[in-house]
């Protein structure tokens, strides 16, 4: 079983494939009701998602004694889906439609944005430290790895929250 849980589709030569939805837009963008509702849902799923992976790599690095290699193949495999998770929301579609909606959020869509470098250098920085704590104890860097998770989730709920916003509340006051 992968250390990335049954939601990370695997094949089986090992390969990944993470499916990133791209957002719903109406006839003209953005501008339905229904699509930025939908578009909204749709990237709060995708966070859960993500946050279900999360808690279970954590839970099982804590059970299982791991080699180096194992561990880091499940780090590699998780900045992987991370990176490309944060691609998806940077590119076109996903924020950059938060900004078209409710541009008052442009500020806080690029403190997300930020983010994103600096959890991934986080993450890497956690995956260099793998050989040593397998060799010395694995508790230090599980705490990292913990705190690190707490921040990821912190982050997409905030991201949530802006999706919320942007496209929940203007939109519930019409219906």
Known sequence: MSLLGPCFAG???????????????GEHGMDHPTSARR?????????????????HLEHQAQ?????????????????????KHFEAEQRGGYFAQVVLHAPWL??????????????LKQLE?????????????????????????DQIIKHEHAENR??????????AEGD
């Not at 299982?64 to 991370?82: D, I, P, R």
């Open 11 to 25: 094949t089986s030569q090992g390969n990944y494939k993470v499916h990133f939805p791209t957002p719903l837009q």
């Open 39 to 55: 578009f909204a849902q749709q990237t709060s799923q995708e966070h859960r998602a993500l946050e279900d992976r999360l808690r």
């Open 63 to 83: 059970q299982v004694q791991h080699t180096s290699g194992q561990l880091l193949q499940a780090l590699e495999q998780l900045a992987s889906f991370v990176r």
């Open 106 to 119: 442009q500020g806080r869509v690029e403190e997300l944005h930020a983010q994103h470098e600096q959890l």
């Open 125 to 149: 920085n956690i995956s260099s430290q793998v050989d040593q704590a397998v060799r010395h104890g694995l508790l230090p860097l599980l705490e990292q790895l913990a705190q690190w998770t």
């Open 162 to 171: 802006l999706l919320q916003e942007a496209f929940l509340q203007d939109t």
